[in-house]
């Protein structure tokens, strides 16, 4: 139902890429090419700016953005509800993740959701909470599922889960065999996660809401994924706060190890965010099913 043309524009809008786009949707770069073309003849505008192998996205391109993520989330609502009308439960959904939620405590809910509503197909979009956020915003996601702190009025925030971030080390670090307070903070390399991460984000501000002076503290490396930190912790003698969800196997396998701070502890609330005043009944029934099963 969703025009292809507009949908093919849709695409390369969202890679800035004409081979990228005609990967993603499995049809020749001539084809993409043909079909941004017939759309900029039918609209009597450049949709995009040319510079080599690079694009950009015109004024009447981005402002044709907004208008086809309007039109997607009508045609969302309006199948879901003809569907429904004869009986069945069939959709498609968008959601967004921050990377620890996606990678460790979605993945069941999804496998859940998908035995309970199998004809509703999910498309997953995973980054950091400001990538989610900014997706949530422009429309390209239904409902987003972060780890951040900071709060927007754009957004309705529900509690998704409790979480605790712990410090750890592998297991034959040095200072494991000594009592660990937040001054022995300054005395250790640290790998943080990259700005904008949710997580970045939360123990930077408990941090500092201990008297914990951010500057001072050694970090050798930024790095985008908790994947790649723990990673990292089995070669160096740095520390790093994690999510618990994400260490498991390590400490279960004995790799990695927990550093047991005195009076200092980490705890917050995952968050499932959508837009302000959303009612699709689509977005509401994945809403309803995450936060209760």
Known sequence: MFDYRLKVFHTVARRLSFTKAAEELNVSQPAVTKHIKELENQLHTKLFHRNGTTIQLTGSGERLVKYAEKMRLLQRDLEFDLFKMNGQEKGQLKLGASTTIAQYVLPEILAKF??????????????????????????????????????SSL???????????????????????????LKDLYKVDFIMREPGSGTQEFIES??????????????????????????????????????????????????????EMEAFSLERD???????????????????????N
């Open 114 to 151: 998908h035995a309970s509503h199998p004809d509703i197909r999910i498309e997953l979009m995973t980054g950091n909470t400001e990538k989610i956020t900014k997706l949530l915003k422009n429309g390209q996601i239904d409902l987003g599922i972060i780890e951040g702190e900071s709060r």
């Open 155 to 181: 957004f309705d925030y529900s509690n998704f889960g409790r979480d605790e971030i712990v410090l750890v080390a592998k297991t034959t670090h040095a200072q494991l065999c000594k009592q660990f307070g």
């Open 206 to 259: 408990e941090l500092k809401n201990s008297g914990v002076q951010l500057q001072d503290i050694s970090v050798v490396m930024q790095l985008d994924s908790s994947e790649s930190i723990k990673n990292y912790l089995l070669h160096s003698d740095a520390m790093a706060f994690l999510s618990i969800n994400c260490v498991r196997n390590e400490l279960k396998n004995n790799q990695l190890t927990v550093v």
């Open 270 to 292: 995952f968050q499932l965010i959508t837009l302000k005043g959303e009612q699709a009944e689509l977005v509401q029934l994945f809403k309803k099913f995450a936060l209760y």
